[in-house]
């Protein structure tokens, strides 16, 4: 079967760097995304990674390493509007989308 | 160009009743996806629709259907209502997935179903 893991809760100051990890477990794997989602919002896709490595997207960057069924966002500069639930995704060989319970980051002043 | 509408917003029944909540995805999306999203949790997958056909569900029981139309918008059924299916229920439509693309899904804002 499926299943993800990631921490439920992370709390940061402002300006400061803050790392969500997340552990699959798949059959078939395609890639891992990230997607966030403000209290009340829809979420909304943030990056993808099929392959090995880091892949950075302005204050935020998101890393795969397949063989350890492993990946993290990583967001840099943090800023009071990046307070919202973070979910990564898996990308099954059936092309089916597949979330995690989400971490809640909340940042203070 | 419009994103993923979804209707109604907020629906309120009651046990045992039927719940119809419908989906649009954008113009030239042909994936649909459906996910139930109770308070404070995740995203549970539910359903996926591609080019009409259900390619997909997750383990939900067969009281939660729906169908995927010819212009690729989606209605999600739910028949025999009980408290806890009380969640947000959230569409997003997709492109039809290459092997190596991103597979992002855009969002819908939800319909809110609250079962009393």
């Known amino acids: 079967g499926q299943s993800l893991e990631q921490p439920s809760e992370v709390t940061a100051v402002e300006g400061a760097i803050v790392q969500i990890n997340c552990t699959y477990q798949t059959s078939g794997f395609y890639g891992l995304s990230w997607y966030q989602q403000h209290d009340g919002g829809a979420p909304t896709f943030l990056s993808y990674n099929a392959l090995d490595g880091l892949e950075e997207t302005g204050r935020f960057s998101s890393f795969l390493s397949r063989s350890d069924s492993y990946g993290y966002l990583l967001l840099q500069e943090l800023q009071m509007k990046d307070s919202a639930s973070y979910f990564c995704a898996v990308r099954d060989q059936n092309n089916d989308m597949r979330f995690g319970a989400g971490t809640r980051l909340t940042v203070k002043p | 160009e419009a994103g993923v509408t979804q209707s109604p917003t907020h629906l309120i029944k009651t046990r045992g009743q039927q719940a119809t909540l419908r989906c649009s995805p954008i113009s030239g999306h042909t994936s649909v996806y459906w996910y139930q999203q109770a308070l404070g949790l995740g995203l549970q997958f539910l359903l996926w629709?591609?080019?009409?056909?259900?390619?997909n569900r997750g383990n939900f029981p067969p009281r939660f259907s729906g169908r995927q139309f010819p212009n690729y918008s989606s209605e999600l059924n739910v028949n025999a209502l009980e408290l806890e299916d009380s969640a947000l229920y959230l569409c997003a439509s997709s492109l039809r997935l290459a092997r190596m693309s991103t597979g992002e899904l855009f969002f819908g804002e939800g319909s809110r179903l609250t079962v009393l």
């Open positions: 629709y591609d080019e009409g056909e259900e390619r």
